[in-house]
């Protein structure tokens, strides 16, 4: 049985641990409000500039933007979208692993090679990766300091540039989609070039008549680039509130198995005071036996 001064310690200890835990859950759920309100009003702007863009790009020509180039995969840029800080679950464990599976699938050739890059927006991708020597292009990590869309479009510029000069041949972005507090999916997709819609999309969009002014490739020529912005945009304000979901979920768990280890060191404490009383009560009997026995 422990002592009950070693129990006492672990009461204090848990305890001090379950007020952390049950503040950073609070403090995460109002961060989760504003970072929720933040992508469910970009997504329905987002969704229809990429439904509008698929409309009016699928009768072009591969070589009427260089966004639209296909090229052989040769030089891959991998984006991995994670956080700064930890304590929320397996929100960045999931998303370097979904990142490192899409790699060893689809361009193991390249990482044999040396042509696979790495663009991290968080800093447990960025020192991830450093560790294991990849090309980690630039430093993002201060992105979330004052995350808008005019600082997340100069990340996306860059590799824009990049993939425009032949830096790269296929830019890939991985990310986590936030559904709910409790429910964050990861999403894999090329963003570069700017993937055509499938045929049956196609089939869906065809009938949609627009009028173009100037005209279809000018307007296109300026929403591709503002379309990749936008995509770019909504998956950090994506794994931005999926990463206060996860965590707020982290947190109430935490909470409650503390609770249930308290219960548990205050049964033991209990138990161990009462054995303690017992073998003193015994001690005194025993005493006062051999006393009265001379």
Do not use: C, W
């Not at 001090?16 to 409000?33: E, F, G, H, P, Y």
């Not at 698929?54 to 991995?80: H, K, T």
């Not at 479009?153 to 032949?166: A, L, P, Q, R, W």
């Not at 009383?277 to 015994?282: A, D, G, S």
Request: proline fraction near 3%; hydrophobic fraction near 40%.
């Amino acid at each position: 049985m422990a002592n009950l001064k070693e129990v006492r310690n672990r009461i204090t200890s848990v305890s001090s641990t379950q007020q952390i835990t049950k503040a950073m859950k609070m403090v995460s759920a109002a961060k989760l409000k504003r970072a929720t309100n933040a992508i469910v009003q970009l997504r329905p702007y987002a969704n229809k500039l990429k439904e509008l863009l698929a409309n009016l790009s699928a009768s072009l020509e591969d070589g009427s933007s260089p966004y639209l180039q296909e090229r052989e995969p040769v030089r891959v840029l991998v984006i991995v979208v994670t956080s700064n800080r930890g304590l929320a679950g397996a929100f960045n464990a999931n998303a370097i692993k979904t990142a490192n599976n899409l790699i060893a699938e689809k361009y193991t050739k390249q990482l044999q090679a040396g042509n696979v890059s790495i663009v991290a927006i968080g800093k447990k991708s960025q020192e991830y990766y450093q560790r294991r020597k990849y090309n980690v292009i630039g430093n993002n990590n201060d992105l979330y300091l004052d995350l808008n869309f005019e600082n997340t479009s100069k990340i996306t510029e860059s590799i824009m540039e990049g993939f425009v000069n032949g830096d790269y041949d296929r830019v890939e972005l991985v990310y986590n989609h936030f559904r709910n507090a409790a429910v964050q999916f990861l999403i894999a997709e090329q963003l570069l070039p700017v993937p055509k819609p499938e045929k049956q999309e196609e089939v869906k969009t065809a009938n949609v008549d627009y009028i173009l002014e100037p005209s279809q490739e000018e307007i296109v020529e300026q929403l591709i680039p503002k379309n990749i912005k936008i995509q770019v945009y909504r998956a950090v304000l994506d794994s931005n509130a999926s990463e206060h979901g996860a965590r707020m979920t982290a947190m109430d768990k935490a909470t409650e198995n503390a609770g249930e280890l308290l219960k548990a060191l205050k049964l033991s404490y209990n138990q161990a005071r009462q054995a303690a009383i017992t073998t003193e009560l015994t001690e005194i009997v025993s005493g006062a036996a051999a006393l009265s026995g001379q």
